[in-house]
C-alpha cells in the first residue's frame, strides 16, 4: 500500500466571482523512504494540494477525489481519526515557515507542544528531552530550546520548524518552499538535513518548489503543475535536464546551470503570465503562452500520456499519432521525443 | 540613443573613466545600548563600475553587500573612503544629492511593497518626472513603459498595482528607475521575488536596457545563476570585504577563493562535491583576527593551508583590500591561493 495517494483530486475554491478550480484533477502516489518533488508557479494549486493532505483548506474549498494516507481517505476520516493523522501521521513545513514561530514563546515550548497533546502519557521531563534530541538532530544546540524566535537566524528558525515537523515521528512530511528566502548556503544546509532525514528515518516526503533545480538535486521523483494539473512526472533529474512538455522545459531553463554556455548573457523566461484559474484557456491551458504550440493545442487537451520509461507527459508532442502541423518551430530533441513516445 | 549602444565604443569606454565607484568605502554602525558593539558593515571595498557594466556583488545575507549598494546610492555615509560618480566624489548636500538620484536609480526585491496600492501605473512611473520638474511628462512615461515591454504603455496608464502580475509590476518599478533617464541602476535582488518563468524575462529586460541605453547596473544578490545569466563581472563578497573579483567565465571555471568554491560547490547541479559551510555568517561586530574567513575555511579545517605553510598567515595576518580592477584578470584575498598563483606562475 502506498504511503500517500491521491486519487484524481480537484478542489475549487467558492468565491464571490463565482467558482476557481485550484487543482482540476491529479493523481499522485508517494512510498514510504520515497521523495517526490512538485513544481510550478505561484497560483498553480501546489499549496492547495498540501493543504488538502491534512484537510487544512477553508471552508470554502470544495474537494473532490479520494486522499488515501495510509489506504484511508482523509476526506471521509472522522475528526478524530484525523486528529490523529495530523502531526503524528503527517506533517507539513510550511512556505515562510520563519514567521509561523510564535515570536512569545520560547521554542523548546513550541516543538514540545504537538509531543504533548498527541501522547497524553508523556510527562514534560520526558517531553523536554525529546526536544533537545529533535534539535540535535536538526543540527541546533539542545540549550537552543531557551531561545525565543527573534534569537535565531532565518536557517535556524526554518530547522526549529523541521524539528517541529518531525516531533511526533510522522510517516509523512510535506515541505512547502522550505527554503525560499534562504541564503544558498543556508539552503544547502538545510536540503543536506531533509535529505539525511529521509535517509535515516526512512519518512516519505513531498517537497514544493519552484525552482526545478532545487528539486532535481533533492527528489526522486518530479511532477511539474501548470493551472491545477500535472503536465510532466517522472525521474526527477530526466525531468531537469531533458523535459518533455515544454512548460516543464522552461521551467527547468529558468535557473541556468552554471558554466552552461548556452545561458550565459541570454536569461530565458517564458512570456505571458500564468491563466487565470477562473478563466481557462480552452484546449491545452499553456497553450497561448508555449512556443511550439500546434493548432490543434487551442481546442484539443492532452491527458497525461506515456513519455519514455517511468514518465508521463501531457502534450500532444508525446502522443504516439502525433504529427507535427506548423512544422516551423521545433524544440530541443523532437525527434527523439516521439521516437520514445512511440516506444 | 547614446554612442554606448555600440559595442566597439563601449569596450573602448571601459578603462577609462568609471561611472560609479567605491573607493576605500567603509560603513560602521554604531552599536544601541550599553554593551552593543559597533558593526562594520563595509569594511574597506574598491569597486568600479565601468559605462554600459553590469556587475554582480554576491554573498549571503549580513555579508553588507546591500549596505555597499545603499552607500553607492547615496542613502548610507560612508565612514572613510569615499563614493565617485563619472570620477566626482559624491557630495551630500540635498540639491546635489537629487541631481545624483536622478543618474544612479534604485530596484527593490518586492515590486509589491515598492508601488504604491493607490496610485496608477501612470503615476507611480511619472512620480520621478514630477519631483525632478522634468517637461514632456507623458512622452517619457510612455517611453520608459513601452521600453520595459509594457506594450502598448496607453493601455497600462490607468491600472493599479494589484491588477498586474508580479512580473508587470517589477516592469513597472523599473520604468520608474528608467523614466529619469539614468545612467546607472542599483538593483538588489531583482527577481528574488518573482515567479521563476518571469525570472528569465526580467533578467533579459536588463540586458536589453544595457545594450540599447548603455545603462551600468550593480546588481545585489545571493542567487549566482543571475551572475551567470546577466554579469559582465562578479565581485564576491565575504563580511565586508571582496574576497574574489573577475568575469563569471573565469570566476566560475576557476574559483580561487575558498568561500567562492564552497558557494558554487552546494548549487544544485555543481560538478564539484558539496562543500557545506557550517555556522552562521559571522558577525560584523567581532570579525576574526587574521583572514576574516578563517574559521569557516575548509582549507584552513582540512589542514592544507598547513600543508601549504600558510596557516600562521590565515590565523594571524589580516589581507590587503583587494583594489578595484577593471575588466582584467581575477583578483583574489586569500593567503593559501596567493602561494599557489605564484608557485603556478
Known amino acids: 500500500m502506498a504511503l500517500l495517494e491521491l486519487r484524481d483530486l480537484a478542489i475549487t475554491y467558492r468565491t464571490e466571482e463565482g467558482p476557481v478550480p485550484a487543482v482540476r484533477g491529479v493523481s499522485l502516489t508517494v512510498d514510504a523512504g520515497q521523495t517526490l518533488g512538485l513544481a510550478g508557479e505561484s497560483g498553480c494549486g501546489k499549496s492547495t494540494i498540501a493543504a488538502s493532505i491534512l484537510r487544512l483548506l477553508p471552508g470554502s474549498a470544495k474537494v473532490t477525489g479520494q486522499i488515501l494516507f495510509r489506504g484511508e481517505d482523509v476526506l471521509t476520516m472522522s475528526w478524530g481519526k484525523l486528529r490523529a493523522v495530523r502531526w503524528a501521521g503527517a506533517s507539513i513545513i510550511f512556505q515562510g515557515a520563519m514567521h509561523s514561530l510564535n515570536p512569545v514563546q520560547r521554542i523548546g515550548k513550541q516543538i514540545a507542544e504537538p509531543i504533548l497533546l498527541h501522547t497524553p502519557e508523556v510527562t514534560t521531563a520526558q517531553a523536554s528531552r525529546r526536544v533537545a534530541e529533535l534539535l540535535s538532530q536538526v543540527g541546533l544546540p539542545a540549550r537552543r530550546a531557551d531561545s525565543y524566535p527573534h534569537e535565531l537566524s532565518g536557517g535556524q528558525k526554518q530547522r526549529v520548524m523541521i524539528a517541529m515537523a518531525l516531533a511526533c515521528s510522522p510517516n509523512l512530511i510535506v515541505a512547502d518552499e522550505p527554503t525560499t528566502a534562504l541564503d544558498v548556503m543556508i539552503q544547502a544546509q538545510v536540503l ?114 506515456s513519455a519514455g520509461e517511468g514518465r508521463l507527459a501531457a502534450c500532444v508532442r508525446v502522443l504516439p499519432d502525433f504529427t507535427d502541423e506548423s512544422g516551423a518551430k521545433t524544440v530541443g530533441a523532437p525527434q527523439d521525443q516521439r521516437d520514445e513516445a512511440v516506444a | 540613443m547614446s554612442a554606448l549602444s555600440n559595442p566597439d565604443v563601449l569596450d573602448a569606454d571601459r578603462g577609462t573613466t568609471p561611472i560609479l565607484s567605491a573607493a576605500g568605502v567603509r560603513v560602521r554602525f554604531a552599536g544601541r545600548g550599553r554593551r552593543r558593539a559597533a558593526a562594520t558593515a563595509v569594511d574597506g571595498v574598491n569597486l568600479d563600475i565601468a559605462p554600459g557594466e553590469i556587475l554582480a556583488l554576491v554573498g549571503e545575507s549580513g555579508c553588507g553587500k546591500t549596505t555597499l549598494a545603499r552607500t553607492m546610492l547615496g542613502l548610507e555615509r560612508a565612514t572613510q573612503g569615499q563614493v565617485l560618480f563619472d570620477g566626482k566624489p559624491l557630495s551630500y548636500r540635498s ?171 552546494v548549487l544544485p547541479e555543481s560538478p564539484i562535491e558539496p562543500i557545506v559551510l557550517t555556522g552562521e555568517p559571522p558577525d560584523a561586530t567581532r570579525i576574526p583576527a587574521g583572514c576574516r574567513f578563517h574559521p569557516r575555511c575548509p582549507e584552513f579545517a582540512s589542514g592544507a593551508a598547513a600543508a601549504a605553510g600558510v596557516a600562521e598567515r590565515c590565523a594571524n595576518v589580516p589581507l590587503p583590500v583587494l583594489p578595484a580592477s577593471g575588466a582584467g584578470s581575477t583578483q583574489v584575498s586569500c593567503h593559501l591561493a596567493e602561494v599557489k598563483l605564484t608557485e603556478a606562475g
Open chain 2, 95 to 265: 540639491g546635489a544629492l537629487r541631481t545624483y538620484r536622478r543618474q544612479v536609480q534604485l530596484v527593490l526585491q518586492d515590486p509589491t511593497g515598492s508601488l504604491n496600492p493607490r496610485h496608477t501605473v501612470y503615476e507611480a512611473v511619472a512620480e520621478g518626472v514630477r519631483i525632478h520638474r522634468l517637461d514632456n511628462e507623458v512622452g517619457r512615461v510612455t517611453d520608459a513603459l513601452s521600453r520595459c515591454g509594457m506594450r502598448p504603455p496607453e493601455r497600462f496608464f490607468e491600472r493599479y498595482p494589484h491588477e498586474l502580475s508580479g512580473g508587470q509590476r517589477q516592469r513597472v518599478v523599473i520604468a520608474g528607475a528608467l523614466v529619469l533617464e539614468p545612467k546607472v541602476l542599483v538593483a538588489d535582488e531583482p527577481v528574488a521575488s518573482l515567479d521563476a518563468s518571469v525570472r528569465g524575462e526580467i533578467l533579459a529586460l536588463l540586458l536589453k536596457l544595457r545594450d540599447e541605453l548603455g545603462l551600468a547596473a550593480l546588481v545585489v544578490t545571493h542567487d549566482l545563476g543571475l551572475a551567470w545569466n546577466i554579469a559582465d563581472r562578479l565581485a564576491v563578497m565575504y563580511l565586508g570585504r571582496i574576497v574574489e573579483v573577475g568575469t563569471p567565465e573565469q570566476v566560475f571555471s576557476q574559483p580561487l577563493h575558498p568561500y567562492t568554491r564552497a558557494l558554487m560547490s
Open chain 1, 192 to 305: 543536506t538535513l531533509i535529505g539525511d532525514l529521509v535517509r535515516e528515518t526512512g519518512v516519505g516526503m513531498i517537497m514544493i518548489s519552484h525552482d526545478l533545480s532545487v528539486l532535481s538535486a533533492t527528489c526522486e521523483r518530479l511532477a511539474v503543475m501548470y493551472a491545477g494539473r500535472i503536465v510532466e512526472e517522472g525521474p526527477a533529474h530526466q525531468v531537469f535536464t531533458d523535459a518533455k512538455h515544454p512548460y516543464a522545459e522552461a521551467l527547468a531553463w529558468a535557473f541556468p546551470v552554471i558554466g552552461d554556455s548556452r545561458t550565459r548573457l541570454s536569461p530565458r523566461g517564458l512570456p505571458g503570465d500564468p491563466p487565470d484559474p477562473a478563466q481557462l484557456p480552452d484546449g491545452c491551458t499553456f497553450h497561448p503562452r508555449c512556443a511550439v504550440a500546434q493548432p490543434q493545442c487551442a481546442t484539443r487537451q492532452v491527458e497525461l500520456w
